[in-house]
């Protein structure tokens, strides 16, 4: 449990630091760990979003979701208030960008490469999933 807390900061910090450079090139190096939290929220969303799809296709069950209903919200409120605790609770996330900025350059390096992969992995599967729903 330890080490997927340890995987989950990283991932955090990776996506911290990409946002914190490329804001700097922008001139927007502001509110960077909301940034980052706002990705890493849309990423989780897109998660579950994506597992969703592959339940109605695997048992062929048609479900028609609207904004009215309390289930879309369950899920998200459950997301942010994880999301707020582990980053956000008296400010967590600085103690987490200074561990992770110890971290040998080669290291970091190549932990950058495997959350971009992530990431890419995400969003394809999110792209699959719709493509295998409307297939059906």
């Not at 990423?43 to 904004?67: H, R, V």
Request: charged share 15%.
């Amino acid at each position: 449990m330890r080490i997927l807390k340890k995987m989950y900061h990283y991932f955090f910090y990776k996506i911290y630091k990409s946002i914190e450079y490329t804001s700097e090139l922008s001139g927007g190096k502001f509110l960077s760990a909301f940034k980052a939290s706002l990705v890493m929220i849309t990423l989780e969303i897109w998660i579950l979003l994506s597992l969703g799809i592959y339940y109605t296709i695997i048992t062929k069950t048609k479900i028609e979701l609207s904004i009215s209903m309390p289930v879309i919200y369950i899920p998200l409120i459950i997301i942010i208030s994880i999301d707020y605790f582990i980053f956000h609770h008296k400010n967590q996330w600085k103690n987490i960008i200074l561990e992770f900025d110890k971290l040998p350059k080669k290291r970091n390096i190549i932990g950058g490469w495997i959350v971009c992969g992530l990431v890419v992995l995400i969003i394809t599967n999110l792209i699959f999933s719709f493509y295998l729903f409307y297939q059906t």
